[in-house]
Nanobody, 124 residues
Framework: QVQLVESGGGLVQAGGSLRLTCAAS????????IGWFRQPPGKEREFVALISASGGILSYADSVKGRFTLSRDNAKNTVYLQMNSLKPEDTAVYYC?????????????????WGQGTQVTVSS
């Protein structure tokens, strides 16, 4: 079991930055890949980024590549999503999720545990 809590969302102007935090509890965190997903208003949930259990493998959606950076600190059971050069189209509820199987996957249906989400709003 992994319990996840996101924080760090808020309102920011276009071009600004936010850092989202995903704090986890549970003994399996260090062996779980963590994915970030977002759900814009009226749209389906979409993949943003993932980091492998060791932190050695990273993957980003094309829409955020070069602007978002994912990192993790297994000693603190925490994953960070640094978001720079934010755009209005980044507005969404952002979720972190854990996948406890070894093969990395991008689809939200492949993740077993979810946080409650944090709202990010980027004004133009």
């Amino acid at each position: 079991q992994v319990q996840l809590v996101e924080s760090g969302g808020g309102l920011v102007q276009a071009g600004g930055s936010l850092r989202l935090t995903c704090a986890a509890s549970g003994r399996t965190f260090s062996s779980a890949a963590i994915g970030w997903f977002r759900q814009p208003p009226g749209k389906e949930r979409e993949f943003v980024a993932l980091i492998s259990a060791s932190g050695g493998i990273l993957s980003y959606a094309d829409s955020v590549k070069g602007r978002f950076t994912l990192s993790r600190d297994n000693a603190k059971n925490t994953v960070y999503l640094q978001m720079n050069s934010l755009k209005p189209e980044d507005t969404a509820v952002y979720y972190c999720a854990a996948r406890t199987l070894p093969v990395l996957r991008l689809g939200p249906e492949e993740y077993h545990f979810w946080g409650q989400g944090t709202q990010v709003t980027v004004s133009s």
